[in-house]
DNA sequence: TATGAATGAGTATTCATTCAT
DNA sequence: CATGAATGAATACTCATTCAT
């Protein structure tokens, strides 16, 4: 008797949760635009106004997708790579754990992320997402680099950083697309692209144009 | 009365053309939802039926603005890097042009692409393009490869490849959001990334996870 | 054969006025919030997208409604007080006047206005049409003031006015209201009071119409 | 624990004061369709439910706002116009306290009684409120036309004492959109229109308020 | 009494696409 | 060949109103 039906009349913050995984899920299946917050409503068992109440207009709901989603891979990255590591140990854990969480969560961050890139809306908040990673790849070569013995200009060190992260989020997609590819396989890999040309790099080695 | 405006009645290939201009200016623009086909209609100076009777739906239009500039961005690469080079120097030729490309038309091929990706009707001509890409590349790499001795798995290849890949559109969208931005130095310091990578993989030298 | 439905494919003029037929209309039956933009097209025998396509938005296809009706109505107004006759003479004309055009239509012009009014986003477009009104009476007034060898100032002037405006308004709701009333009785009193004033009539001073 | 916040659990009455407060503003400002019950709610500082059962409906509540700010009024108006003055004490003094109120509050009454105008469910109220108005101005005229030995008939009656009353809310208007207006100065105006008429003002003859 | 949670129903607006001429 | 006219279908967003606690 006391045991009503449990998904009624819930707090505002379970609610949300539960919308924020219906959105998820189909914003990624049908991608931003094709996506209806009907559907999504729908599919988060609660009706349009609720979700309009809660987390607003498609695009801020979107964008809160977005950010729930990356903070969670931050953390996850975060949480595998200490500050007082090796660069090398740090960046194999951190790729290690990225490929990780995309490979656990194939509907989630990487789909919307790509999404993303697409939309003007949205450049903003990507911007800031790429840049907290750029920044954390970026910190971690330049400390390399300075115990080394080099130095490097901001601007090369964030095109560098650029396209690393450039590779791994393409290789995310590529993992994201196969559901039977193991993430820690292709971590192994992208480690293999990064290190190995980094490693150069931290040696003073530089490759130039001919002529 | 026989001697009407020299601008009506050009042949369906020039025409298209101008289609595929207008349309690809506004893709750009405003991107593929927000785009309509009034208003690449009237920017082409052509009423929409004729659009349709000549492209195809909004859709096929896409594709076909894709495959163009695709084309085009695919000639001027293979123009460039003849394959008969050593495989540094084709990566470097290949790299410069399609750095140089993508600066010359910033609101063309990147733009377009950087959208196709996040929607799902356009995966597989995306995929035919970017494999195109992946091919050249790993080919590339293969042949350096065996040039040396070794052999590589085609997975690996590919996996590769794809990151280079996915490097070098991550920078084409830096170069694209940058008008001030030296294509050039953008394709150097992509070399670095990729060519002291790949030297050390062509030594026979790889990355192992610790432990 | 050659008479078909003579109702398809209109050219834009006519289906313009058809519109506007319609959407005074409903605007007058039920209200400008009530009204929906279905209903206008559904009356107009001609889908919604057309409706947008021609006369914009509600609110514009509201402005373009009492634009209309307030133009036709100023045009009877003027038809009937020519600029050359004695002061007295024109207001009677020009009330009688406006009073039939008021009673003839009796889902129009009045009624459109009177909704207009609890509007803010139609302040602009009434405060233009209220002040093509007051500018005639206005002139008028001052035409007669000066020949008597007075002068007003121009506030005091266009308070009359404005207070004439509203009591010939009032009358055109009280008339709008009441099918059975006669107009050109609705003219003769509105009369009786601007001309005369209550303390005339209070002596038993009466304005009574030329022959 | 038991001195709680002076300001909870007011009595009925005063907690709907506080509502019709709110209402009146948000009513004035928004316009009664653009007007939310959560805005109403939140301005007054208590939840929607309470708002629903102290005042009922929306179109309740804002007959409500227009029955409270209209008895106000007349309430100022019969303050002013004892019935044992003359006609035209009493019109001047009815004005003046009319204007008086209106200038005195420039978001209540006259606000609301112009949007209810527009909207076909307040007609009944509107009516009776105006009727009462119409009835104080008619037995106004016609108890000085009787002093006087004159007889009207009923409808002319009403006619006139609704073009004056129309005057009259017109100038209430022409006062509520002039923050900087002298509601004495317009009650002044607005008493020579109505009881001398143009004619006499043509003539110069002008009226004083007395003293 | 008082409220946070919840919703049904409605509406403006847009756009790709196709006839009829 | 070329176009103005026309539409079906979809969708974001709002809001008055009511439960369950």
Redesign the pocket.
């Given at each position: 008797m006391s045991s009503?039906p449990a998904f009624?009349?819930?707090?505002?913050a379970v609610?949300e949760q539960q919308m924020l995984d219906a959105a998820v899920k189909v914003f990624s299946r049908r991608g931003f635009?094709?996506?209806?917050?009907?559907e999504i409503?729908e599919y988060a068992?609660?009706?349009?106004?609720?979700v309009?109440?809660y987390l607003?207009?498609?695009?801020e709901?979107f964008v809160a997708c977005l950010h729930r989603e990356g903070t969670r891979m931050m953390q996850a990255i975060a949480g595998a790579a200490a500050p007082d590591l090796p660069a090398d140990v740090r960046l194999w854990r951190g790729l290690r754990a990225f490929f990780g969480f995309v490979g656990a969560h194939r509907d989630g961050w990487a789909v919307l992320y790509r999404q993303a890139r697409g939309e003007q809306p949205f450049a903003g908040e990507l911007a800031t997402m790429r840049t907290r990673l750029v920044e954390v790849v970026a910190e971690m070569l330049d400390h390399a680099l300075r115990a080394e013995g080099h130095e490097v200009g901001a601007v090369d060190l964030e095109v560098v950083a650029y396209a690393l992260v450039g590779a791994t989020e393409s290789l995310a997609d590529w993992l994201a697309d196969r559901p039977e590819a193991d993430p820690e396989k292709t971590a192994t890999r992208m480690m293999n692209v990064a290190w190995l040309g980094a490693a150069q790099l931290l040696h003073g080695v530089t490759w130039r144009p001919p002529e």
């Open positions: 009503a009624k009349r819930l707090p505002r609610r635009h094709h996506a209806s917050m009907d409503a068992g609660i009706s349009k106004p609720m309009y109440a607003g207009t498609k695009e709901l």
